[in-house]
């Protein structure tokens, strides 16, 4: 579907075609509020109408409305790799984009949740580590939801096919003017796409997802301190874990007589946050402490009649103290204090007559103190620098229980390891004139060392080292004096070393620091407004993304110059809208297309494992009322192409995890 941009300003044609063009404001990409075009830096945001008109409503659909962000599941919806700018994750534990809802940083098992009651969402693209620290290695998403100062409630309900959903949500003033309560619910019922070919049965790889969230605010007009206290509880009951044999890919067919029973996924994620911001005179002090708890169980066929089970939890708790400076004179700065405490473990069935039940516990510390400063030299020149130290402990202990036979371990180990790392910044704006800024920058980012998750093999008991990477860029933010067109590009270079990556054969894989890459490209968002009732908007990548030195050091194989996983060289997202000239209805009638492009994506360092290029389109007609009610008709995926998510090998067979087909619905919607 088809999100009408914002542009700078609102306006309504004589007709009542009405064009949100509303100024953006973004108050977290740099932890303190700026204009969307005074930073100097790719960020990219989209408000909770665009989202809307785009048929966004999970973290994993995002992929369609941002330039170079490529989300896909590694066969189920608890863990995917995220992808942005080439730069992604094999170890989906550790990944390499990190997300934040309303500034509470997110484990990688809740990463793909649904989207619910969300004021907008920003996404900045390349290393952003000196302000997020550990996993803001290729880029952060923050999630921002609504915080209203009236009532209000919001209703929508989707009936589709092979999906539908519904969510409420709204405000509660209990002291008017000063205390607030948000409550919003949504659920998500998936109805399946897969057939078992053993049985008969027909679309097998149902789901079920299930959020809500209340949040009680002190929030008083003209007041020096605002608060919050929100709670926010998840869960995801999933079939979708199908590893179909890849010759059945095509008609999504799973053989379970083959294969064995019907997997399941179980999650449930626990979200506790306390927010505070005290204003003294030209500081302002933020206090974020939260605490997150996840709860999961994944039952893994693994043959005929043989389920596998893989239950896990991990609870983090993080707190963060930071001060922004804003006296309105040419310098604003904020500096801040950031601390996390990750307790994983993970526990494994045995495999008959190879190994034993096994538990692995894996706990991390983080400690960090970042600065940035910007110093407005002329009224055109901005130069802006910043510094983070992090240092991380981590520590592992291992055990498997029972005879091990085939070359299995059997045993238990125990270890811990410590890390450093600096990440600077800087970065120059020249604003030309009003509707034009160009800049340069430079930054480092860093993806920790640690220890592997999911252990198989005694060498796992050796840590691994981090990842870190430079990123270099230019970029141009420009628009015509009407603003009714607009563009953003940037040209990037980014230099990863100490790569993260699985080595060794299947099912003694250990992830070790196995040497360099690089990844290079340009991106761009464009926008027009080619009348007053057509408006077109595009988002776009080309690059290539290669190991410039990785000798694999178990086999001696050496793949440089082989594309990333995960890391398709080019993407691209069109969106049209265009409103009737009509009298049927007291509001606008409008038409919306949409066609998403990803090219080929490789799944293995070997480059021998891929989806080919494709390409999606999706089409709407919305109604809507001047009352606040509408009725959209949608249908995404039209020609119900059929790819890849994942693919792996296992001896003679290839296994692949496919993604959604098309999907067709119909949307209410209504606010008062």
Do not use: C
């Not at 180990?413 to 920058?441: H, I």
């Not at 080292?465 to 860029?473: K, R, S």
């Not at 398709?568 to 492009?597: C, M, S, W």
């Amino acid at each position: 579907m088809t999100p009408s941009y914002s542009f700078a300003q609102d306006a309504q044609s004589n007709d009542g075609a009405t064009f949100n063009l509303e100024e953006i404001t973004v108050t977290t990409a740099n932890k303190r509020p700026q204009e969307l075009e005074d930073v100097d830096g790719a960020v990219s945001v989209r408000t909770a109408d665009q989202l809307r008109e785009a048929g966004v409503t999970t973290v994993a659909d995002l992929g369609q409305v941002f330039p170079g962000l490529v989300i896909r599941t590694r066969g189920n919806r608890a863990y995917a790799n995220i992808t942005a700018r080439g730069m992604s994750s094999p170890d989906y534990y550790n990944p390499t984009v990190q997300i934040y809802v309303d500034g509470v940083p997110q484990l990688a098992s809740a990463f793909t949740q649904p989207l619910v009651d969300v004021e907008r969402v920003e996404f900045l693209r390349g290393p952003q580590g000196t302000l997020y620290g550990r996993n803001a290695y290729g880029g952060v998403l923050n999630i921002i939801t609504k915080k209203s100062d009236t009532g209000r409630v919001d209703l929508s309900l989707t009936a589709g096919t092979p999906e539908s959903w519904g969510e409420l949500a709204g405000t509660l003033p209990v002291i008017p003017g000063s205390t607030y309560i948000d409550l919003a619910v949504k659920a998500e019922r998936a109805f399946g796409s897969v057939d078992d070919v053993s049985t008969g049965a027909s679309n097998i790889d149902t789901s079920t997802d299930m959020i809500g969230r209340v949040a009680l605010r002190y929030a008083p007009t003209g007041g020096s301190f605002d608060g919050s206290l929100a709670f926010t509880r998840e869960h995801t009951e999933s079939h979708e874990e199908l590893y179909l044999l890849d010759r059945n890919v095509p008609r999504r067919a799973y053989v379970s007589t083959q294969q064995g029973p019907i997997p399941l996924l179980d999650r449930t994620v626990s979200t506790m946050a306390a927010t505070g911001n005290w204003r003294l005179g030209d500081f302002k002090l933020t206090s974020i402490s939260s605490y997150q708890d996840v709860d999961m169980v994944r039952d893994i066929a693994a043959g005929p009649n043989l389920l596998m089970s893989f239950p896990e939890t991990d609870r983090a708790f993080s707190q963060e103290l930071r001060v922004v400076h804003d006296s309105g004179g040419p310098v604003t700065s904020v500096f801040g204090l950031f601390y996390q405490n990750d307790a994983f473990t993970r526990e494994a069935d045995g495999y008959s007559f190879y190994y034993g039940p096994s538990r692995n516990a894996v706990d991390t510390d983080s400690y960090a103190a970042y600065g940035e400063a910007t110093w407005r030299m002329t009224s055109k020149v901005d130069l802006t620098g910043g510094l983070r130290f992090s240092y991380d402990e981590s520590s592992i202990d291992f055990t498997r229980w029972g005879s091990n036979s085939g070359g299995y371990f059997a045993g238990s180990f125990a270890n811990s390891a410590n890390f450093t790392s600096v990440q600077p910044k800087v970065s120059l704006g020249y604003q030309v004139n009003d509707t034009t800024r160009v800049y340069g920058l430079i930054s480092r980012g860093y993806k920790p060392g640690g220890f592997n998750h999911a252990v198989t093999y005694p060498d796992d008991a050796e840590a691994y080292e981090p990842e870190t990477a430079w990123n270099y860029e230019i970029g141009l933010r420009t628009a015509t004096p009407d603003r009714a067109f607009e563009l953003s590009t940037a040209l990037y270079y980014i230099a990863s070393n100490d790569k993260q990556i699985y080595v060794g054969p299947v099912g003694f894989q250990v992830i070790r620091n196995v040497g360099a890459a690089e990844s290079y490209g340009v991106e761009l968002e464009a926008r027009w407004r080619a009348t007053e009732r057509l408006s077109f908007s595009a988002t776009a990548t080309y690059g290539r993304s290669l190991f410039s030195d990785f000798t694999d050091p178990t086999t001696g194989e050496s793949f440089d110059g082989n594309t990333l996983p995960y890391a398709p060289n080019a993407t691209a997202n069109l969106f049209a809208r265009y409103v009737f000239d009509q009298k049927l209805i007291d509001g606008t009638i409008a038409a919306e297309g949409a066609l998403h492009y990803v090219s080929e994506t490789y799944f293995n360092e070997a480059n021998t494992l891929s989806q080919p290029a494709y390409t999606t389109v999706d089409a709407a007609l919305e109604l809507s009322w001047r009352s606040g009610v509408s009725l959209k008709l949608f249908a995404q995926n039209i020609f119900d192409q059929t790819y890849r998510a994942y693919s792996y090998a296992s001896g003679a067979n290839v296994f692949s995890n496919v993604a959604q087909g098309r999907l067709v619905g119909l949307t209410l919607r209504g606010s008062y």
